[in-house]
């Protein structure tokens, strides 16, 4: 086959599509319009550049719709070939986005457009988002304002700073009643909270949970509490290996309790392994961190409203 054939083929046939027959279905939560997370039970795609590329954010594996069939399917080009030829005309259906596009002409830069932004402030909308919607505790969202690590969204949803070793903002998490992305242009290196020369290190998967994982601890001293974004860059993992490669560093894997999450938790035991540091796996109580810390808050709730409910013991006069 040409050159210019397979062009063409590559042209009408998007990775969207191979995933749709291959039974993936897309995670709207956790999708923009640049970058849309399918899932497949423990599998995940990543698709880029308007369904031209794809990348496993738990592997190193990339590339075009070709290499896409050759990585599902574990098949040679040949073979790919064939089937990728049988998909030509096939629609992908598209996801229902919840917020229009964004013009990207006269764009600030990724540090200018975070100082745009106010911090959250006491009764924002950002603000009763984390604490009522998230359950995060006043001193935790202080602590995470005083390192400089949130801001306001928009509509009440809140950023969080993901920033490189020299405290450089590279792009932040965002996070919602009805959103939840990551900036667009920006990059996921670390979000971090705590003291930056802590031993302990909380590798979690959201900046929500390494706040709800700080709030269980207590902002436990000498402990740094960290969020990949729920990806795996290589910037990520270069950080990550940074902080571990640190004298008496303690990588302590604080993931999902899924299957993600073991497999996250998988590569830092890895990287421990490298660099010759203590790994611990710490398990949340329930999906993830946050989850977690909303059930203690309704368990607490239901204590303090069951007190309320006894009667009152009263003592009997006597005549």
Same mark, same amino acid.
């Given at each position: 086959?040409?050159?210019?054939?397979?062009?063409?083929?590559?042209?009408?046939?998007?990775?969207?599509?191979?995933?749709?027959?291959?039974?993936?279905?897309?995670?709207?939560?956790?999708?923009?319009?640049?970058?849309?997370?399918?899932?497949?039970?423990?599998?995940?795609?990543?698709?880029?550049?308007?369904?031209?590329?794809?990348?496993?954010?738990?592997?190193?594996?990339?590339?075009?719709?070709?290499?896409?069939?050759?990585? %599902?399917?574990?098949?040679?080009?040949?073979?790919?070939?064939?089937?990728?030829?049988?998909?030509?005309?096939?629609?992908?259906?598209?996801?229902?986005?919840?917020?229009?596009?964004?013009?990207?002409?006269?764009?600030?830069?990724?540090?200018?457009?975070?100082?745009?932004?106010?911090?959250?402030?006491?009764?924002?909308?950002?603000?009763?988002?984390?604490?009522?919607?998230?359950?995060?505790?006043?001193?935790?969202?202080?602590?995470?304002?005083?390192?400089?690590? %949130?801001?306001?969204?928009?509509?009440?949803?809140?950023?969080?700073?993901?920033?490189?070793?020299?405290?450089?903002?590279?792009?932040?998490?965002?996070?919602?009643?009805?959103?939840?992305?990551?900036?667009?242009?920006?990059?996921?290196?670390?979000?971090?909270?705590?003291?930056?020369?802590?031993?302990? %290190?909380?590798?979690?998967?959201?900046?929500?949970?390494?706040?709800?994982?700080?709030?269980?601890?207590?902002?436990?001293?000498?402990?740094?509490?960290?969020?990949?974004?729920?990806?795996?860059?290589?910037?990520?993992?270069?950080?990550?290996?940074? %902080?571990?490669?640190?004298?008496?560093?303690?990588?302590?894997?604080?993931?999902?309790?899924?299957?993600?999450?073991?497999?996250?938790?998988?590569?830092?035991?890895?990287?421990?392994?490298?660099?010759?540091?203590?790994?611990?796996?710490?398990?949340?109580?329930?999906?993830?961190?946050?989850?977690?810390?909303?059930?203690?808050?309704?368990?607490?709730?239901?204590?303090?409203?069951?007190?309320?409910?006894?009667?009152?013991?009263?003592?009997?006069?006597?005549?």
């Amino acid at each position: 086959m040409e050159k210019n054939e397979l062009e063409e083929m590559r042209d009408r046939v998007p990775c969207t599509v191979v995933l749709e027959q291959a039974g993936f279905a897309v995670d709207v939560n956790e999708s923009t319009r640049k970058a849309v997370k399918y899932r497949r039970g423990a599998e995940i795609v990543i698709v880029i550049h308007e369904g031209r590329g794809w990348f496993d954010p738990l592997s190193d594996a990339k590339g075009d719709v070709f290499r896409l069939v050759e990585h %599902l399917d574990g098949v040679l080009f040949v073979e790919a070939l064939d089937r990728i030829a049988s998909l030509v005309g096939f629609v992908p259906k598209e996801p229902v986005w919840t917020r229009p596009a964004r013009k990207s002409a006269s764009r600030s830069s990724i540090p200018e457009r975070w100082e745009q932004r106010r911090k959250p402030w006491r009764g924002s909308m950002t603000w009763r988002y984390l604490r009522d919607g998230r359950c995060l505790p006043e001193t935790i969202v202080r602590a995470a304002l005083e390192s400089d690590a %949130l801001r306001e969204g928009p509509y009440g949803s809140m950023w969080a700073a993901h920033v490189d070793a020299d405290g450089g903002v590279t792009g932040w998490e965002e996070r919602g009643p009805d959103w939840r992305g990551f900036s667009t242009e920006g990059s996921k290196v670390l979000f971090r909270l705590g003291s930056l020369d802590s031993s302990r %290190l909380c590798v979690t998967e959201a900046a929500i949970d390494a706040m709800s994982l700080a709030a269980f601890e207590g902002l436990r001293e000498g402990s740094l509490y960290l969020s990949t974004g729920g990806g795996w860059s290589p910037a990520t993992e270069a950080a990550v290996r940074r %902080l571990a490669a640190c004298p008496g560093a303690e990588l302590v894997a604080a993931t999902d309790a899924n299957s993600q999450g073991e497999t996250f938790a998988a590569r830092m035991r890895d990287i421990a392994e490298d660099a010759g540091c203590n790994w611990f796996r710490l398990t949340p109580p329930a999906e993830d961190w946050n989850e977690a810390l909303q059930e203690r808050k309704g368990q607490e709730k239901e204590k303090r409203e069951s007190r309320r409910d006894l009667p009152h013991t009263r003592r009997s006069r006597q005549g």
